[in-house]
């Protein structure tokens, strides 16, 4: 019974992560979007764009969104350690097979 509980902690861990993901990097897109599509200029830090913040503010937001979608991708990475590496090594081994036969 034990082992189940542990895989289902596990999945639910991973499934975390994966949704966690996709909304950072959605986060971090957005607001990237956002600010390179704001007005440049003098003074254009100090008028308000979406949901009455600036484009400095939303620089702000920016900064620490891309900060939570490294810490995310990280405990991503390290969840899914075991994965990534047989992936590559699959894909190694498939192009050397494709170097021999060619």
């Known amino acids: 019974m034990t082992t189940r509980r542990s ?6 861990i991973r499934a975390v992560t994966a949704i966690l993901l996709l909304i950072v ?5 957005f607001t990237g ?5 704001a007005p440049s ?4 830090g100090q008028q308000p764009l979406l949901f ?7 620089g702000d937001i920016h900064f620490w969104v891309a900060v939570a979608t490294i810490a995310v991708t990280l405990v991503h990475i390290i969840i899914d350690w075991k994965a990534l590496r047989g992936v590559i090594r ?3 081994s498939v192009h050397r ?3 021999i036969q060619e």
């Open 7 to 12: 895989i289902k902690v596990k999945v639910y």
């Open 52 to 58: 009455d913040l600036t484009k400095s503010e939303w």
């Open 25 to 29: 990097w959605a986060l971090v897109t």
């Open 97 to 99: 097979e494709r170097g």
């Open 33 to 37: 979007i956002l600010i390179w599509a």
């Open 41 to 44: 200029g003098q003074r254009s």
């Open 90 to 92: 699959y894909l190694v």
